[in-house]
């Protein structure tokens, strides 16, 4: 009797009770780049499920921008996408010119496509640096990044005087010609760019830990990521070579000799890869607009106070974190009557919560960072 | 009175008590400021390899940063969650620190100069140092935080799973030396065990990385993961003695290979206890040196490389150092260390194929 009751204690089945747990990652986190939060439901360290949850950074930036001229809108356009303001500015000024029918002089449109591909390569070195300290190797590559983030601002410092706030672009132009040092400085920073990029290739591009890590992690398939309407390097990491500049042509991105990289898997190590890459054909656009420069006048005639005829326009552009657009609607009036942002970190957020489940908590990090967004524009 | 002293304090032969006392002293002294300097020398080192200054205010090259650090934290509220566990959250600094200090019980910083000479010296140590666990533990338990607990299972897990092979490999240097005290395993090395173990010395010092947490391993504070981690909740003090412990744990780790695997304090020229210091210098350089190269690691390849890496090639290492010692005792050793270090080569490059990491590529 005794020994059967001590039969079945033993073969009796241990249940030990475990439940997922929840926990909220953000909005005060150290990798959620700014104010997000991430509801995150664990099995132990496995994601169960996730829910996102955004507007902490909410500063109703569309509304206000009703309320303000066609030129004062420009600096809140420095605040949507702070790590690339001058996107931003580009964007909106085109989708102006594009309503109120203004042209660009030639300089002026040079001088964009300049501070275009260098604040796209001063975003991808924030993007790649930050996710890899996502991934755990401690501020090195971040701080080189930086460094070369740092020279690119100085360019930007001589041009118009601000390091990150620009307003810089002008309805019809760009609001002063660059000084004369500019070019000089920006030839030196284009000779010595594609070492400094060597040498974040050398850093890890081939780490072992950084391979079993990001390879394979967080895939974004094909069909997905068109669906979600993804774009930019996200769009293109899973293999859709789908970029605005050779898409839309916008400015005078078609005089330009230039590659467009894609990935094939679609996972955290494309991403990476594919901005390193976007950043060397930045440099080569950025050489032929050099050679290209024309002289002449950087504004054109434009009114203080612009009173676009009646309609409605849109104008986007490949910014560093995909396609950015503004629809703008005119009454008239001095101020536009609907103001209206397609913000690609927004729409590349959606796809976040099926290319989260089944990973790890530390999966969930660099998958989140690899997508690359600013907060300040995902709220507006 | 006299009398009473006699009876608490029985004459031992060879001076016991002021030995003890003499030595309680210079470890306590030995491990504070050499913590302070080891947290001036990282901060200083990772800025060198990392573009920037690094602290450089306080006193001539920021040399008195650390004691300003302290200062500050002693003056810091000492806050304890509403829902925590007051007592643990009290105690967990206490149960960290503590094993932390005694491991250089038997550190011999030169011929002769420990505490004590235990015949068990490296079981000692490989004993006392998993009791830190428990004060991590501790830590992230009685935070109430989901953060801190996440940090203090990983920190269990990964020193469950490390201590193995790190044991193992250390077994391969006491079959050399023929003795587990900590002294006359520095005797033994006429040539540095570093040389006559390699692939012990590799499996050992990966799997300490991974014991006392420092990256590519640190997975239980991961920054920018987990927050902090087990210490997310401490403020004040009680974060600085966890701080301690940590970097004391990264200290004895350096003391341990050095008289492992570096022969200790046995050098030329310079005097015994310089070497030792020196020594732990450098191996102290390297950890700091791979926190600012490696990205860290996910916790289930923690594992994996644990159980398919090291194990496996610990137990191998420790048969072959047991074949060569039983079947070439008249061989010199010189012989066997080339011997040696084309077997490791030979076996990581075999077994990092096999199983994927560095020749294979990705996944383990």
Not at chain 1, 326 to 355: C, E, G, K, Q
Not at chain 2, 19 to 34: C, K, N, P, R
Not at chain 2, 75 to 96: C, F, Q, S, Y
Not at chain 2, 221 to 244: C, H, P, Q, R
């Amino acid at each position: 009797m005794v020994g059967k009751s001590k039969a079945m204690e033993t073969t009796k089945e241990v249940v030990i009770k475990a439940e997922p747990f929840v926990v909220n990652i953000g909005p005060a986190h150290p990798s959620t780049h700014g104010v997000f939060r991430m509801r995150t439901t664990l099995d132990g360290e496995v994601i169960v499920d996730m829910e996102p949850v955004f507007g902490y950074l909410h500063r109703g930036i569309e509304k206000l921008a009703e309320e303000r001229t066609y030129t004062g809108v420009i600096p809140l356009t420095d605040r949507l996408d702070y790590l690339a303001s001058m996107s931003n500015n580009l964007a909106y000024c085109l989708a102006v010119e594009k309503l109120a029918g203004i042209l660009v002089p030639e300089r002026a449109e040079y001088i964009r496509v300049i501070m275009a591909e260098l604040q796209r390569i001063a975003s991808h070195l924030i993007a790649v640096g930050a996710f890899l300290n996502d991934c755990g190797a401690f501020m090195t590559p971040i701080l080189y990044m930086l460094r070369e983030r740092e020279k690119i601002l100085d360019l930007f410092e001589m041009a118009c005087g601000q390091r990150l706030t620009y307003n810089y672009m002008r309805v019809g132009g760009v609001s002063q010609d660059i000084p004369e040092e500019f070019a000089p400085a920006l030839g030196k920073f284009l000779k010595e760019m594609p070492g400094w990029i060597d040498e974040y290739d050398q850093l890890l591009k081939d780490n072992e830990i950084l391979l079993a890590r990001a390879k394979g992690v967080g895939i974004l398939p094909r069909e997905l990521a068109v669906n979600i309407s993804a774009s930019g390097p996200v769009l293109r990491a899973s293999g859709v070579k789908w970029d605005i500049r050779k898409a839309d042509p916008y400015s005078i991105y078609d005089r330009f000799e230039f590659d467009i990289p894609t990935g094939t898997a679609g996972d955290c190590y494309d991403r990476y890869r594919v901005r390193i890459e976007e950043m060397r054909q930045s440099l080569r656009i950025l050489e032929q607009a050099m050679k290209d420069l024309p002289k002449g006048e950087v504004r054109s005639d434009v009114p203080h106070l612009i009173r676009p005829p009646a309609g409605e326009a849109y104008g986007h552009i490949e910014a560093p974190r995909g396609d950015l657009g503004f629809y703008l609607v005119s009454d008239n009036s001095i101020a536009p009557y609907r103001f209206h942002v397609r913000a690609p970190t927004l729409i590349n957020l959606t796809a976040l919560r099926d290319m989260m489940r089944g990973w790890k908590v530390a999966d969930l990090v660099i998958i989140f960072g690899s997508i690359d967004i600013c907060l300040a524009e995902v709220d507006r | 009175m006299a009398m009473a002293m006699q009876m608490l304090l029985p004459d031992w032969p060879g001076n016991f008590w002021a030995h003890w006392g003499v030595f309680v002293v210079i470890i306590f002294v030995f491990v504070l400021a050499t913590v302070m300097g080891f947290i001036w020398f990282e901060r200083r080192a990772m800025a060198v390899m990392q573009a920037r200054l690094g602290p450089n205010r306080v006193g001539p090259f920021g040399f008195l940063q650390p004691v300003a650090d302290v200062l500050k934290l002693l003056t810091k509220e000492d806050v304890v969650p509403a829902k925590g566990d007051r007592w643990v959250h009290w105690l967990a600094p206490v149960v960290a620190v503590a094993p932390m200090l005694m491991i250089f019980a038997v550190v011999p910083f030169q011929s002769g100069a420990l505490l004590a000479d235990l015949n068990i010296g490296i079981l000692y140590i490989v004993a006392i140092s998993s009791v830190t666990t428990v004060g991590v533990f501790m830590a992230g338990w009685s935070s109430n935080n989901k953060y801190s607990l996440l940090g203090a299972m990983r920190q269990v897990a990964s020193v469950v799973s490390y201590e193995i092979p790190v044991v193992l490999s250390i077994i391969g240097v006491v079959l050399l030396a023929g003795s587990l005290s900590m002294q006359q395993i520095v005797m033994a090395q006429d040539i540095p065990f570093i040389l006559l173990q390699p692939l012990g010395f590799l499996l050992f010092f990966i799997g300490a990385l991974a014991e006392i947490n420092r990256a590519p391993f640190d997975l239980m504070e991961a920054d920018s993961e987990i927050v902090a981690g087990f210490n997310t909740e401490y403020s004040g003090m009680k974060w600085g003695l966890l701080f301690l412990a940590e970097y004391g744990e990264a200290l004895a780790v350096s003391a341990i290979v050095t008289t492992l695997f570096l022969s200790g304090w046995r050098g030329p020229v310079l005097p015994p206890w310089l070497w030792f210091l020196v020594k732990v210098g450098l191996v102290f350089f390297v950890i700091v040196w791979i926190r600012t190269t490696v990205p860290r690691v996910r916790i289930d390849q923690l594992m994996a490389l644990a159980w398919k890496f090291l194990l496996p090639l610990a137990v191998i290492n420790l048969l072959i150092t047991a074949v060569e010692i039983l079947a070439w005792p008249e061989v010199s050793l010189w012989v066997m260390v080339p011997v040696n270090i084309a077997i490791m080569i030979v076996l990581v490059l075999l077994w990092s194929r096999f199983f994927k990491l560095g020749w294979g590529r990705v996944e383990v």
